[in-house]
């Protein structure tokens, strides 16, 4: 079993932090040998560096016990904290709480937290008010032609349309797969389409593919993944989805990996050679391309499903289409996958309200090219305003209706009573960012003109901007 004098040295080697707080064991007696080393002991983990874990009772421990007592231990670390296991045998169940090991050292091991399972987090983004709200773009709506909001005049009898129970389609393909074609602008079997109640419905419910297997996640991609993956008691790791994705994969050696196209930080990656190289390794890529919408249907990954068999595109309607309350979502999967996807989904999760108006809104011929024109006239607006306020923006992609900026941009903005997102780092040693959105209307952007010009005020404790009570887009 490990000595005190062993975990002083690898907390020591890691970085930690002074203070320790023993959770389980001879508390005394290891509280004596750590304070010997140098280490300040504390009797609560609040603020506490390092958790120790040393209670022999647990090697007889059924493996699910270990598991459950991991998991607990997540709400009690601070982001930080590193958890020192003895004795060894934590190494699996470790993995599959959303912890990494960090290092193994005569019966000690050390991991740090990178998923902690926790509802909504991605929703933590949109709380607290301001006068002038950057965290999506309410005004998207106005530019939209022709306006998808005339598609809900044409059902009009809806208490017929939520009668029907289409047991015939459960998944939507044989009804859907003819307008996905047509949008996106290549064949779609009806047997690989999976609509389901939303992007992050399906992202949820696809993460099973794995199989227990790895999880490699996109650094800034949708916020709760992370935790979903640790719920499913798979590993899970985090790479920079900027950067290149080929040596992530070959590195991390995944089961699965789900990745942002177009990413937060605007580059659409050419993915052809990595689901090669994820092929090779027998890994599933699901490409989440939410934010693709505002980008030509044609730019897609979803016709890459007919040349690799290990690729799952998710699309939907909440980005440009201004329809996220409709919460519907669909899934093109390579043949090969298209019966483990559905088994992942469950069925008749679309209402058929719901899936009726996307069809009509998919149908449409191309409401979204005004929208991206206006994004195109005024995204350069928004980063000149910026600049000059002595912020940093990442140009990002020329499509998209926002931009990045290191995250001390927040406080910043927050002085002058603008709202933007945090884009919290899913790997503990990434910075954040922020992710502001591009004013469209007029309106929106002689506010934010105003704010970065005026002195500042106590504008941050009024009301968020009227068109916030519009459908929001984040």
């Not at 809806?158 to 289409?166: F, I, L, N, Q, S």
């Not at 941050?460 to 519009?470: V, Y």
């Amino acid at each position: 079993m490990a000595a005190a004098g062993t975990v002083g040295r690898l907390l020591r080697e890691a970085g930690a932090g002074p203070v320790v707080w023993v959770a389980s064991g001879d508390v005394a007696a290891w509280s004596a040998g750590l304070a010997a080393e140098g280490f300040q002991m504390v009797a609560a983990p609040d603020g506490a560096d390092v958790v120790v874990v040393a209670d022999t009772s647990w090697n007889d421990a059924p493996l699910f016990r270990r598991r459950r007592f991991l998991l607990s231990l997540h709400d009690r670390l601070s982001p930080a904290a590193l958890l020192a296991l003895v004795p060894a045998g934590w190494e699996r169940p470790a993995g599959e709480c959303g912890y990494e090991v960090i290092a193994i050292a005569d019966g000690c091991v050390l991991a740090r937290v990178v998923a902690a399972v926790a509802p909504d987090q991605a929703g933590e983004a949109y709380e607290g008010e301001g006068s002038l709200d950057l965290r999506w773009s309410p005004d998207e709506v106005d530019w939209l032609r022709p306006d998808p909001r005339g598609v809900w005049h044409e059902v009009t009898a809806v208490a017929e349309t939520a009668r029907a129970y289409a047991l015939h389609d459960p998944y939507g393909g044989h009804r859907g797969a003819a307008v996905l074609s047509r949008h996106l602008g290549c064949p779609i079997d009806p047997g690989h389409v999976t609509f389901g109640a939303g992007v992050a419905s399906l992202l949820r419910d696809l993460v099973a593919l794995a199989d227990g297997g790895t999880v490699l996640v996109g650094r800034y991609g949708f916020a709760d993944v992370p935790g979903w993956v640790t719920q499913a008691r798979s590993p899970v790791r985090v790479f920079d989805e900027s950067a290149a994705w080929c040596e992530a994969i070959r590195r991390a050696r995944p089961s699965l990996v789900i990745a942002d196209r177009p990413t937060q930080r605007g580059v659409v990656h050419p993915v052809d050679q990595a689901l090669a190289e994820a092929s090779r390794l027998g890994a599933v890529v699901v490409i989440d391309e939410a934010n693709a919408n505002y980008l030509d249907p044609a730019q897609s990954a979803a016709w890459l499903t007919a040349r690799h068999d290990n690729l799952v595109v998710v699309r939907g309607l909440s980005k440009g289409y201004c329809q996220g309350g409709l919460r519907v979502g669909y899934a093109i999967a390579s043949a090969a996958l298209s019966r483990r996807v559905r088994a992942a989904v469950p069925a008749l999760q679309t209402s058929e309200l719901a899936l009726q108006v996307a069809l009509r809104m998919l149908a449409l011929p191309d409401p979204l090219a005004g929208l991206r024109a206006r994004i195109a006239e005024m995204r350069p607006r928004t980063e000149r305003a910026l600049t000059a306020f002595g912020l940093q923006p990442d140009p990002g992609h020329p499509a998209l209706p926002w931009l990045t900026a290191p995250a001390t941009a927040l406080d910043r903005l927050a002085e002058r009573g603008v709202l933007a997102k945090r884009l919290r780092a899913a790997d503990r040693s990434a910075p954040d960012l922020a992710k502001i959105a591009v004013p469209l209307s007029d309106e929106r952007a002689a506010m934010l003109t105003d704010a970065l010009t005026d002195a500042p005020t106590d504008r941050a404790a009024g009301p968020a901007d009227a068109l916030t009570d519009r459908a929001k887009t984040p």
